[in-house]
């Protein structure tokens, strides 16, 4: 079983920054791909970020604004949030591909005030 946890979401200003983490324990052998979703109120699931094994992509919406990065530990990754918009309010879930399975965290929330 793989485990994720996620930390670093909070309240800021549009315009601002935070960073999220997350850290992947447990049964980790080769990560297909990590990365990050959101979902806001009244709308579905979407893709944020992710690394694969050859690249990283970003959603349209988040270019040039989100930095996702791994950390030294490759079970780690970090999305740097920047020029934060009231629209990118949302939880946002890490995700995790491996084996052909995904594996979620709980979620954090991001909330952008106007």
């Known amino acids: 079983q793989v485990q994720l946890v996620e930390s670093g979401g909070g309240l800021v200003q549009a315009g601002g920054s935070l960073r999220l983490s997350c850290a992947a324990s447990?049964?980790?052998?080769?990560?297909?791909?990590m990365g990050w979703y959101r979902q806001a109120p009244g709308k579905q699931r979407e893709l944020v970020a992710v690394?694969?094994?050859?690249?990283?992509n970003y959603a349209d919406s988040v270019k040039g604004r989100f930095t996702l990065s791994r950390g030294n530990a490759k079970n780690t990754v970090y999305l740097q949030m920047n020029s934060l918009k009231p629209e990118d309010t949302a939880v946002y879930y890490c995700n995790l591909s491996q084996l052909s399975r995904l594996y979620w965290g709980h979620g954090t929330q991001v909330v952008v005030s106007s």
């Open positions: 447990g049964s980790i052998f080769v990560i297909n791909s």
């Open positions: 690394i694969t094994l050859s690249s990283t």
